[in-house]
Structure formats: C-alpha cells, structure tokens
C-alpha cells in the first residue's frame, strides 16, 4: 500500500535513505533449499555501484552486502532473508543547502507535498542508491532463474542520439561488461563513452535507453488479464529512477504496421511452437510464449547538472542552486544491472505464481 | 495473484468471456456515500461498444449495465458495486474452427499451453470484450474524481503513420468525441479516417496511439518506490490488449535531450508552484506535482486479418485461417474509453491510498 | 482493503445485499482443468438455505445458483468463476420500520455510523445472507480438496448448555446430516431440538457451538509466522456473522494443563510420523503436521428477537421495536455448512500457496 | 504470501532467527509527521525482554533496539521504517543435539516437512524471539493510538487454573505493572507466581489466559464482511507462539445465554450512543462501536520441559530429549506486551483503513 514492496509470491521490501546508516531489503517468499551464491550477488553490486569509472559518479561505495536471515548452511530456509547495505561515503553536509530549497526535476517538492517533511540529504529516500537494494534481491532471483535455465542480458543501446543500428540479436552479449558504457557494439560504445565524457567537461547530463533480453523463459508466465506479465515489466522498470518510457517487442514502432506485416508466423521446432519473427517481443495475451522477451526502457538525462540553475525554495522565494557532490554525467551504464534485477523479480515472481495455475 | 484484479483500495475484479452468457465487474473499496450517474456510466459503455462506425467491428452489443449491488436509493453505500453487462450477439460457430488452432499473434497458444483448457470461442477471457467491464467500473472512478476536479482526457495522436503534428495543447480536447476516429485535428482526423477505411478495404488492420491527458490532479499521488504514479499508469495501460508501449512526459524522445535542456523550471504561480516545461509528463519522483500528467500509448495493428495466414493447430500441423466474425480493422477510436478508464482507476485508487501519507 | 475478499492464491470477493436482486461470488485463482460438479455446489446451498425444518427461519429460497464464468466444457479454464445466487422471497416492508432504528446488537449503527448510508432492509450487507456466496465458494474449494483426499466434517457439538459429552471421535459423522440440528448423537440432537423449539415459543433465542474435523489434509499447509493456518482459520470463523470464539485442539481448556500432559508425544506409523495424543489440533508452528484439524467456534444467540426491546432511533429516541420477519431462534444447524465452507477455503488457499515452498 | 508480513496499510515485515546475527521489522506505511518517542519503545522491548524475573527466561537480552531508516529529525517520514535488534546471548551449542530430533508440541517437524531444511537453533524462526520485532514494531503503532485516544491494556488473567474472579472493570489496570505475573489483583497475582514457581521445580510449564482491553477506540473500525474487526483481531493473537484460543466479548459463555440476555441495549450518554452491557466486546457487525473492545486469548504450556522426553528423530527412530537453554515455566507475563502490540497493529491499521470509507 505505502509501495516500498513488489512481487506477489517472491515479495521484496526496500529500506533505507541515501545518507542514513544504510539501505537493505528482505525478500519474502524465497523457495527453500537453494543454496546461495553470495559472490555472484556481490558481482551485481559491483556492476552498479557508483566509481567504477570516469564515467560514473565519483561516490565511493563498497556495497558490500550482509545477509542477516533467511539462510542456513548456505541455502535458503524459505524464511525472509533480510540484506543490508552499509552507507560508507555520505557527505551530507554536501547537501545541507537543500534543505529548504526544491531542486527542477527531482523529488524534493513533491515528497515535502505528500508528507510534510523529507530526509533532504541526497535526496533521501528518493535517491536512486535505493536501487542497490534491489540489485542485491534480483541478484538472488537471478540465481534462481538461471538454474531454471532463464538469462537476462541488458545493455546500453543508446546514448543520447547514437544508439545501436543492428538487431541485438546481432551482438554477442557476453561482450557487453568489456564496455565501460555496457554497450555490446565495441565501436558505438567508443562513440557514447565520447559523447559521456564531452557532457561531463559541459557539466551536463544525457539520456539514453536500456534494452534487455531474457531468454529461456518457460511458455506459460503471466497472469491475464491485469497481471500481463509485460505490464508488470513495465510497472517494473518504470519504477526506476529516471525511467520515462518502456515498449516490449515491436513497442512504438508497432504503430506503422499493418496486421499482416506484425503478426508473428508459428512454425514448428522439433517439438516447440515458435515463431519466425518476433514482434510480440515474448509475450502473447500477457504470457510468455517462450521466444525471447525483449523490451527497452528510456532514461532521461540526471536531474542534477553541475550547473547554475534557477529554482524556488520552500517559502517560493526564486534561489540558485549549483549541482555539488558527486553525480553522473550519465546513468546508462550503471542502470544495466538494475534493469536486469528488476527484470528478474518480475520473472521470479510469475514462475512461481504459474505453480498455482492447474490443479 | 491470478491477474482479475487491479487497484488496492478502490480494487476491481473483472470476470466473464467474449462468448459466455456476459461479462462484468465488482468494484470493491468504492467510498460511501456518493451519488452515481448511471447515465454518465451508460455514456461510457456506448463510447466502447462495436457497431458505432463502419471504422469499427459491427457486431451488435447494445452494453447495457445492471448495478446489481453496493447502491441503495441512488448513492454508494461503501458496500461491493457489482456490474453485469450480458452478452447479447454472440456468434459462437464462427470461431468453432478454431477450437485446435492458434492464430498468430494472438493468446491462443499461450492459454493452451499454461491452462491446458481454453475457452476458444471469440478468444475467451483474452477477448477485448473483457474491458467494457473496465470501462464500467474506470466510469464510476471518472466521476469521483470529477467531483474532486479531476479530469481525463484520451485522444488518437497517430494511427499507422499519421500523426497530430502539434503539441496537444493546441488542440481543443472536447473536440474529440466530433470525430469518428476520436482525432482532435479535424484534418488529420479525415486522413486517418481514410487510412483506415483503406486498410479494411485490404482486409487488412493497422495501429496506433492514444495519448491521454489528466488535468486538475492534486500534488501528492503516488507511491514511492515501487508504486510511483506513471509505473502504475504504464502498468495499467500495458494490460489492455494490444498495447506494445508507453510512455510519460518527454518519453523515449527525453533520450535525445541533455539534463539543462529536459529540467522542468519551477516558478510561482499565486501560491501554486508550478513548471515552465512539462517534460516530467506531470510526476516527480512518482508523486503528482500538479501540472498535467500527460502520457501516450502505442497499440499495434490488430492480430485478426480478414486474409488467409499459414498458422499450427495444436496436433503441431501447418493449416490455413481467415479471419470470420466481425473484427475492428483499428481499434484505436474504440481504445480512447478503455485508456480513460484505466487512468481513472489508477487515479482514484492513489487518491484514496494518499489519505494515509499523514497522521 | 474494504473487507470483501477473502483469500490469497484462491480468492474469493461476494457482492451484494440481503433485499437486493441477489448476491453472488468471484473465485479468482481456481485453478484450471478441474471438472466442477454442479449438483454438488447445489446439495450444499440446501443445506444452508433457510425454511429445511421448523427450526430455521421460514424464508423461502431456493437458492440456486448460476456459473456466468470460467467454466468450459463443465472443466474450469484457470480464469475468474463468477456465481451469482437470486434473492428471491425479500419482504423488504418488513423493515422499513428499522431505516432510522438501531437494532440492539446488530450492525446497523456502526454501518450507519462508518458509512454515513445504509441499506437497512434485511440487514443489508451485514444479513448472513451473504454466507450463501461463501457456502457456494466453499461448495467448489471442498470438490478439490476432497480430490486431494481432504474431508472436512462440521457438526453440532453445542445448543445453550446442552452439548456433546464424548469426543468427536467416538461419533460417526456421516450421520451428522441425519439430524435436524446437525448433531451427530441422536439422543443429545433430540434434547436440542427440543430447547431450541421450546426458545422458539418463548420468542427468543440461543446460540451454542460448532465444532469441524479436517482429515486427510497434508503435512506442510500454513505459512508462518503471521498467516499460521489455524490463525487464518480463525480469521475465517470469526467472520462468520455471530462468531464470538474460536478455539483450535485443546483451546481455552490447555490453559489448565500442564506442558508434560499437553505434548503430543510422537511416534511413527509406518512411514509416518504421528502423534499420540492431538491437543495441537492438528497444527504445530502454524504447519500442519498430518494429524486431524480439530476446532470448535462459538456461536452467539441470535440479536433478532420476536419480543419488545427497547432502543435507540437515529435521532436518539427511544422507541420498542419487535422482530418482524422470519428469522431463526437458532443458527447452529445452518452454521455447519458455513463453517465447513470457510475452512475449505482456508485449506485450498494454503494447498496452493504451499506449491512454492520449495525450489 | 509466505506469511511473514502483517497489516493492509501499517503493514510489517518481520525477519531473523533465535540464534542467528539478530531480528528486526520494516513497517511500511506507517503516516509522515509523527513524533516517535523511542525510549517508550525501548520501554515495550524491556516488558517482553526475558531474565525480568525467576519467573521467565533466564537468557540474557538487552533487546536494544535500532532505527535504521524511516525517521529524520526525529520525525517519521512516510518512508520504510527498519528497526533492527541484534542477538546477543545465543547459546547455540545448547541445540545441537536437535539437529535431527524432533521436539513434541514444537514446531521442528513441520518446518522441516514443509521446507526440507530449518534452522535448527533455538527453533529458529519458529522462536517466540521473532515476537520482539512485533513488540517493536507495536510500540509505534501504540504511540500512534495513544496521540488518537486510543489506550490498550492486556493482563494475565488466568495462570493454570487460578483465574481472576471479577470483571475486568474492577481492577486498576494502572497496577498490572507491580505484579511480577502481569495480573492486577494483588491476592490472585501471589498466587499465580507461587504456582509458576512451583511448575518451574517440577520442571514442568503450565498455560494460561491473557485478557486485554482496548479503550478509547472511535467508532468504525473495521472492514466487513471478512475483515471484521474482531476476525483480525483474532488472527492476530493466533499468530502468536502457542495461543490455542480467542474470544470476544461474552465468547464461549455467549453459546448459553439467549438472546434477550444477550443483546446489548443501546442508550444515550450525552451526544454519544453507548450500550449498557459489552457482551458485544465492542464490535457490531465487525465494526467498533465506541464501547471497549475486550477479548481472551489463551495459551498452551510452553512445550518445552525440563523432563526427559521421548520423541522421533529425523530417522524415525525413538530417542529422549530433555529441555536444555533457558525457558519459560510459564509465558504469560511475557505474552502481555505481546498481545497489546498485536492488539495496536490491528487497530492502527483499521484506523488508517477507515479514511477511504467515505467520499
């Protein structure tokens, strides 16, 4: 209801702000008996943290995870498991200024609207480094899917205006993490890390998109008609900071075709239905179909800019505020393993609820 | 968690089949004490229903609405509103060819498969019909937040590639319901309406957007993280059928656009604060910040053509279908009221949730 | 939220009022591929429905209910089952005496008091009327179970101060149904129907207890540690209309007991581990352990009385009023078919949710 | 789902083990702008914490509790709060030889039926120690009330078989906290102590009855027709560790009375509609009505003992296991603070439920 929990049968619920002791997550419905692997959640947190390179906001965060419950002997005892995450590096002080004043195009006036008050340092609870927190609980459903034979590969594929010009299923998505932008086309990645780099010296920030593919997933996820499983995709992604827009599949290009060109033709593989194209992007009526599922998810560029900027403060009186600390010129990079996190909680969470379908 | 509901405090369940004796709603959580229209409902209904044009499918359904519970002497009583709204024009022997055959594109396969039983005439539950019962219930949401100044309005922005070539603020909204195509423009509207006429004339279908605006939404719906306001608007949208995309504010073109170029400026309007721009689409950090929440949504061409497609029966054998029955070549004009009604529950269900945010 | 669904996998939301056109049921989550028998749900709203004997309220009902969805081919398809049960024999002018009078002990104060509205002919809501659409629920979650191997027998164990004296063990409970009252021991039945038609003549009455057995339910049901299974259990006793306690094995008397008479000592039968003794009834750590779930709930005397009683208006006046109306001096032998319904929903709901305990 | 969340909007999340690193709750939903006074909660952690006396526990806990999240200038804000409370004297050693043993009337054969894994340690999460997280979580809830009028008292009102012998509205519940058993009878409370310290040198346990009483609470609480306020009421005291039994009001005594004796006549006290007797226990209908909201909950003995016992292993073989660690003789003066912070979530959620009941 206060919406800091998704998922229905594999049910996760996010704490903590962005200058407080730390952030952290339980998740609520995890199957017993998996045995855990707790490095490869600390690789996901690796990917996201900030300061990895010039490209990224400078904060140092280690990140590194507690698992409090939940566990034992290594597996899962499918009671909750609760993770936390210190916060190591906050300056606060940096953001002492904020405190009465709304910054254009970030959260501050309209949580001290709804609730009468906020944790203004570094944007409290709305901070995107909430985000790890659910980078630690996808990294275990990951674990989980991929066991059930489900990959989820996401990647850069545009920055401001340079975006991918081939198919991704053109590109080896293994190379995707030997980009410091994350983007699999090694020349186009150059040419964003370019772009990054010319934004930043201009004290500026850029948008781009995420695209991500999930392949392996079961024939059979999705719970029509209100729980389609690309609208709770897209409720996930569109929880993410930042995000302005998702499509699945053909998404809005889909718009200038006709029937006969976007319908995908069955065939069959051996023993499988599949289909010859793939415009439905995974998803039939809201479950899936057993082709990839594929979506894209636009980011704006970062509210705060190093620049002097216009605003007015609590008592409407016009301020200028100046973008101090700590941020990134560009939020593509690091926003490849959260997508891919929350990709995972949705998929997760419809595995197991599709248990529940036949008698 | 089977999917037939939607919302939390003002929650509905739809129920019923494209063929089956009807279909309809329980709304659940609506507040006391209100008086309904029940003619405002009808007027709904009639916006949705086939039949209106030679632009949509002809079969006959006069979509008459019985309130069965939760009114007494014309106003709310707090208790559950259950609506039934038969199904009058049922033609179930044309679909009797499709008992073992998937058509492409659409649910068929996806039901067989994670049901292993599936209600095949008319596509069953994954029939569009199922969303009268949504525009039925976003009906009743529509005039509660009337009452409290909120209004909806949706509009076709393109349909295959033509498109409104201004921003909707130039358009006079209530324009809208003049054109038989639900275009505000009156020329575009012209060119779309020949566009479609057209592609049902190829026997084939064609797609496009809606955009829909809300106006008068106080500060403060929305809730952060996971329940922000647009992730439930997507969420909301991405359940209707066909739906390949969406996007709030500046969407997928915010990629192109630099944090100085996309920050919306605050100054004072009265006591109000207001944006110069409106590139955050009415949401900061998924809370309203009371400027128009604006949003589009991309719907792809439907799936049933009136042309012979190779397609699999489920013994896994390459057969032929055409489209029989009476299909909508662009369902566009008919998706302006389904795409209200969603804003509209998602709307009143977060003004209802908002009463909590403080002691 | 608002109070009118009952359950999580298997999920129940009724509608409508005691002197309205009918009430009825949504299942959402009935799983799919299950062959419903539709006899058997109606075997079960007769035992319900008023006017069986001279000990039940004369109303006439037939109570017969109509499936307007997911249902094909008598087999449920996986999607919503919508029920809907006609009210037949109102007399609504037998209340309009009570629209702005307080009954003593029943709901129509605080529904007038929270709502600001209510529709007083017959109770509205708050009639028990309303336990029809949970019986028929109820009539279909028993069918799965009893597949499953699930029996669950309710008795009469208690009229006023007349009750059982052996444990439920040492009666035959198929002969349950061969008594008026619904009490398995033929001797003690007579003496209740004897002072439950003495309470009639005196017109008043009395209140006594139900007692159920759940047997063959498998070990692992329950999820701890807030939704234990008897704690969910109770929930659904207590919201039965005129509920005051609940207690699960040995109840209020293990308050008496010691920890070394109480535990139930294991030993194993066969494969199987069991207990000697069940003072758990049935249910350890909120899991079921294999063992028979034995409970008994209290049921008050009826509020409605035949007799003057003075009370309040809406206006604060005192005024006499006297039952109208047909009513029950005693509602323990309709009760068990109630009771026997909400713990099957109980049980179906945890059978199924348990399928995602484990990896 | 997996049932270790409570509460529709004050909802917790509780989480951790008897002898893992600690145990803590999210509340998500609790309303911004509340002044939180932590020592009143430490004060809660310190009634329910073990080692208070001869008659409890001898572990060592200081039950020091954490706020990580949700709070700023000590004010809550709307956000998560996450409060953590370390484990300190585990004593892990004492369980080893649990192991593979299967203690009577304990949890240990349920959760390693269901799970196929448990951490064995003190009963794991199967521990009474999980109920300092609701404690916790409660004392906000109760502050929240107090500042609304609400009050909540519980008392141990029956120990074995000595039972208080007048009602509740003749004892000074402001002296329940001078009993070392949490009973406000002065004469009854020795007894009852010399009783546990009996029990406690026969090695033995003995069960009991905890009784509370709700004061001040407005009338309209509560969700008919499943969420009543009393079937929540109910669920909520089930869920605590070794409760057998609730009752409301006149309970199990109300199956003797009839009608005419149990009906509770209404009057007017100024402006206010109250009744004369509370057989009610403050609930019409599932809804409060003004009057105190009174019921019982009564609790097992503590299954473990101090005595040899035989028992299962997880080989099926017959072993004998005897109580190690410290335990409670009798869990009654530590069950009262319990019960009234389940009795607080309950309400408080109820209360901030209520505010969409009307327009």
Known sequence: MAGNSFGNVFRITTFGESHGTGIGV??????????LDIDAIQLEMDRRKPGQSLLTSQRKESDTVSI???????KTTG???????????????????????????????????????RDYRGGGRSSARETAARVAAGAIAKQILRKAG????????????IGLEKPYTKYDQTKTEMSPVRCPDPLISKQMENLIDEIRLQKDTIGGQVSCVCSGVPVGLGEPVFDKLHADLGKAMLSINAVKGFQIGSGFDSMGLT???????????????????N????????????????????FKPVATIMQAQPTLNAAGEMVVIEGKGRHDPCVLPRAVPIVEAMAALVLVDFWLRNRAARV
Do not use: W
């Not at 300056?91 to 309209?110: C, E, I, N, V």
């Open 79 to 117: 009671m909750p498991i609760a993770i936390t995450i210190p916060n190591e590096d906050q300056r606060s002080k940096d953001y002492s200024h904020l405190a009465d004043t709304f910054r254009p195009s970030h959260a501050d006036y309209t949580y001290q609207a709804k609730y009468g008050i």
């Open 259 to 277: 029937g006969s060109e976007h319908n995908d033709k069955f065939y069959l593989d051996g023993e499988r239905m599949r289909t010859h194209t």
């Open 26 to 35: 339980i998740i609520d419905g995890c199957p017993a008996g998996f045995e």
């Open 279 to 298: 415009h439905s992007g995974g998803v039939l009526g809201g479950i899936s179909n057993g082709e990839h599922i594929m979506f894209d998810v636009a």
């Open 68 to 74: 409090v419950s939940g566990l034992f002997e290594g």
């Open 150 to 161: 489900v990959e989820i590969h996401a990647f850069v594929s545009q920055v401001g205006k």
